[in-house]
């Protein structure tokens, strides 16, 4: 009959493994309490991307090196990495600040037809403002939003409109089938 081997920590029936994973997840719980409120603040991800490219090379290398000794389970390691890893989160948020402005300055609120709209300029604040807004589906990016003009026949219209009188503009949209005939014709508005 085999043995058990005797355990290093005290708490009965936890072998050392299950109490490396346990001291690694309360490492990466720490870890979290800085990580979720800057995500938070600056978007999923998106604080790398907002900062020089020797700083966010920096933060990536120290992400690689957690994850490297997360995996590696060892404790000591991911401790050393976890606090280096911190410092660089804060170092991120630090840098980035100074744009925080110009961040915001990026979304824009439009009350349209009883509903409020959020339009913002790219993809990745639109994921952010989604996860932050009562109705996520009044969230559009402005490439949505000329996909779906582009993709209209009132885009052709206003185009052709606007040669014949610079500034005019759309006030409303209207699906009349006799008007798609008068839309055919040779004067452009």
Do not use: C
């Amino acid at each position: 009959m085999d043995k058990a081997k005797p355990s290093n920590y005290p708490i009965a029936g936890i072998d050392h493994l299950q109490a490396d994973a346990a001291a690694i997840d309360a490492v990466l719980a720490s870890l979290d309490a800085i990580v979720v409120p800057l995500e938070g603040k600056w978007g999923a991800g998106r604080l790398p991307m907002l900062v020089e490219p020797a700083l966010a090379a920096k933060f990536g290398s120290a992400q690689a090196k957690l994850n490297s000794a997360v995996e590696a389970g060892n404790v000591e390691e991911v401790v050393k990495r976890a606090a280096v890893l911190k410092r660089g989160w804060l170092a991120l948020d630090a840098a980035a600040s100074p744009n925080l402005a110009l961040e915001r300055e990026q979304v824009w609120g439009y009350d349209h037809q009883g509903k409020r709209y959020t339009v913002v300029l790219d993809r990745s604040k639109a994921n952010w403002q989604a996860s932050h807004t009562e109705d996520a589906s009044l969230v559009v990016t402005v490439a949505e939003l000329l996909t779906v003009w582009e993709a209209s026949k009132v885009a052709q219209v206003t185009r052709k409109t606007r040669l014949a009188f610079p500034g005019a503009q759309v006030t409303r949209v209207t699906n009349d089938k006799s008007l798609a005939d008068d839309l055919n014709d040779e004067v452009p508005f």
